[in-house]
């Protein structure tokens, strides 16, 4: 479980370096999605393990307190933007599902295909304006 936290502790201090240099909700959350594709593609096996321990019975393991204190900032940011009327209004757990899938679902792409820096930089900015439809309040 240490390995599990400090690795998670690592990914959220960079993600929120860069998400706070948004000025707005929408340039947050693109350095969110953004920035934790670019971790995961320069740490892959950092990210392969957050993924097989999400998914494994250890999870269950990591105290409820480390469990919120690493989704905290995330949970806040999000929230925020459903009580502004900028997302749907859906529960935060689905918002944070259906963004991280389409996180690791990129991931993966990326790291099957040999693409070069501004065609990968090209399909993260599309994938991200999906994303960002998908969640987007239409009102």
């Not at 350095?31 to 993924?51: I, T």
């Not at 065609?119 to 994938?127: C, F, P």
């Amino acid at each position: 479980m240490a390995l599990y936290n400090q690795t998670k502790e690592e990914l959220n201090t960079y993600l929120f370096e860069k998400i706070n240099q948004g000025e707005v909700f929408k340039d947050k959350f693109r350095n969110m999605f953004v920035y934790a594709l670019k971790w995961a593609v320069a740490h892959p096996e950092e990210f392969f393990f957050l993924q097989q321990f999400h998914f494994s019975p250890h999870l269950a393991l990591v105290p409820a307190e480390d469990m919120a204190k690493h989704s905290r900032q995330h949970t806040q940011l999000l929230e925020g933007a459903v009580q502004a009327g900028i997302f749907k209004n859906l529960p935060i757990e689905l918002i944070t599902t259906l963004a991280w899938s389409q996180i690791n679902g990129m991931y993966e792409f990326l790291m099957k295909c040999d693409l070069c820096a501004d065609k990968q930089e090209q399909i993260i900015n599309e994938a991200f304006d999906l994303t960002w439809l998908m969640l987007v309040n239409p009102a």
